[in-house]
């Protein structure tokens, strides 16, 4: 890779990494919570955390996981596109064409990987939140299936990785992820 190449990849890849870091649950450490005391002080505090503080950290755990899996999905996604439109990127940046190949062959290794870290940190993600919550409803539910779906498309995609040539497998893989995607955007607006 040529030195412009070099400082395009590593501007994207900074960005990128800012992007992701700004997903990541900052600690406060401020209390100007007014009902904070009421769990501090009175006729229950024996000098040890209580339970409302044990289920914040599952909480925000719970939380990390679930954008865990987000991140997790985009990165597995991201080959879709690029494999699509790398064609006419390598036409617009020829000088980019072998960095364009090699972010082809990164995410063509790490799909797979990067899909099953989607799985279990998503089915983590709605184990720890149900412990904290203890309540099965609707964003509990589409989370559920969503998690579900993904599941099934990475069936098809083992089927798919036995037989690349399937047309059949793929338009399966893709389309049982799309409607996990959905499903799981609105399990995020809900929730």
């Not at 006729?43 to 950290?57: A, F, L, M, T």
């Not at 980019?96 to 089915?123: M, V």
């Amino acid at each position: 890779m040529n030195v412009k190449t070099k400082k395009i990849v590593g501007s994207i890849l900074a960005i990128l990494l800012l992007f992701i870091l700004s997903f990541v649950a900052q600690p406060s450490f401020a209390d100007d919570d007014d009902d904070h005391h009421k769990y501090r002080e009175g006729e229950s505090y024996n000098g040890h955390y209580d339970k409302h503080d044990e289920n914040e950290v599952l909480k925000e755990g719970g939380e990390v996981l679930g954008w865990g899996t987000v991140i997790a999905i985009a990165g597995a996604g991201a080959l879709m596109p690029l494999r699509r439109g790398s064609r006419r990127l390598i036409k617009k940046f020829p000088n980019a064409k072998s960095g364009i190949i090699s972010a082809l062959k990164i995410l063509g290794k790490s799909h797979i990987w990067i899909g099953a870290l989607a799985i279990i940190l998503s089915t983590i993600h709605g184990i720890i939140m149900y412990i904290n919550e203890r309540e099965f409803e609707f964003d509990e539910i589409s989370g559920m299936i969503s998690v579900g779906l993904m599941a099934i498309a990475a069936i098809f995609g083992v089927l798919l990785m036995k037989n690349k040539g399937s047309k059949q497998y793929r338009s399966l893989h893709f389309g049982f992820m799309i409607v996990a995607v959905i499903i799981g955007a609105a399990h995020v607006l809900i929730s």
